[in-house]
Each structure stands twice: as C-alpha cells, then as structure tokens.
C-alpha cells in the first residue's frame, strides 16, 4: 500500500475509473468490449475498482458490526456502489495481464470459467444485500452481509496472492 493518504488515494483511484469508465462507454457506444493494451491499465483498473469494493465494504462491515453508527442511507448507497462494481469488476481481468504490482494468479486465467462464476457469485450476492439493505432489516442484512464477505474470500484464496 502506498503512504498517500487515503482520501487521496481514492480520489486518484476514482478518476482513473472515470476515465476508464468513460472509455468502456464510448466502446460500448461502438460495439466493442473493453481491451486494454497496456498490462499496467488491466493492473491498476482492477486494483482500483478492488480498492472501492473494499472501502464500501469494509464501511458497512463496521456498520454490521456496529463499530459504527447504522445509517440506513449511507447503507443503502454502498450497497448500490457494491452493485455497480461487482458488475463491472471482470473488466480488469479479461486477458491474462500481469505487473509485479498484481497480486492476481495466473490460474485466474487457466480456470476463466470458475474464475467468472465467482464474480457472478459476488454480483448476485450484492444484489440480495441491495435489497436488504432497502428494506432495513437488520436480521437480514447481517446474514446477507456475511455472504457477501463469503464471495471476497473463495475467490481470493484461489485466485489472490497475499
Ligand atoms: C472473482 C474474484 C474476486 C472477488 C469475488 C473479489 N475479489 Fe478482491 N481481488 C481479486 C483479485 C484477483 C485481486 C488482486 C488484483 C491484482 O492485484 O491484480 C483482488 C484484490 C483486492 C483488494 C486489493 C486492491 C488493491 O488496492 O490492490 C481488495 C481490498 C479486495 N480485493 C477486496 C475485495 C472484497 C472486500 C471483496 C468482496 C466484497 C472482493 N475483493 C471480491 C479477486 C476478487
């Protein structure tokens, strides 16, 4: 990890994704999907949309946890930011692109199919905790959360080097 502060590294982190996001949808405008020529680009969109995944999540785990006052808002919009990168995340892992910055496995590549099941698994899960997460049910959201946390862990023990 970098010694930025956090908040700078998530604004740094956030233009690169609009950037990128910006170019997915000009692509799309075309018909194409997304490749990225540079390994360096593939790297530092998927660490960047991971980071967001994590800073979303780990806000709400403190909220589950009650470390941190529940805000059924703030909730809520994390939930749809989880929604949104979990259903973008795969982009960053389409060819096998590694940097010695990545942390990513090159079995992610050898077991695409698995690899791309558990990225659905993520993004299904987040969808179910979006819902909960509406309706303000704590039973619920605690359960969903945890499941959602199950996705991060059995795609990262197999696909994730520490
Ligand atoms: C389908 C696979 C998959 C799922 C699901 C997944 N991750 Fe990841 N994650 C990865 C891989 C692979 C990397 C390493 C990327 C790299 O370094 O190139 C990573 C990296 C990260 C990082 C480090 C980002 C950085 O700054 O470099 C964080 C934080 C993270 N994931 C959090 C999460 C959380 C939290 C969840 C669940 C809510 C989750 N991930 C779900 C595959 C996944």
């Known amino acids: 990890m970098s010694s930025e502060p956090q908040n700078e590294r998530v604004d740094k982190l956030m233009r690169k994704i609009i950037c990128a996001g910006l170019a ?28 967001l995944v994590g800073t979303y999540f780990s806000e709400m785990g403190a909220m589950v946890k009650g470390k941190k006052p529940y805000d059924a808002v703030t909730f809520s919009a994390n939930a749809d930011r989880l929604v949104a990168l979990s259903g973008w995340a795969h982009e960053g892992f389409t060819q096998k692109q590694l940097t010695r910055d ?31 997460a509406e309706k303000r049910d704590m039973d619920a959201i605690k359960s969903s959360f945890k499941k959602a946390g199950d996705t991060c862990g059995s795609c990262h023990k197999p696909y994730k080097n520490k």
């Not at 000009?26 to 980071?51: C, F, I, P």
């Not at 077991?111 to 819902?131: I, N, R």
Request: hydrophobic share 40%; glycine share 2%; aromatic share 6%.
């Open 24 to 51: 997915v949808l000009a692509l799309n405008a075309s018909g194409h999907t997304l490749t990225l020529d540079k390994d360096e680009d593939a790297v530092e969109l998927r660490q960047a949309q991971m980071h």
């Open 102 to 132: 990545s942390k990513a496995k090159s079995e992610i590549w050898e077991k695409k199919m698995d690899f791309d099941h558990k990225m659905k698994a993520f993004h299904e899960q987040a969808l179910k905790l979006q819902q909960v």
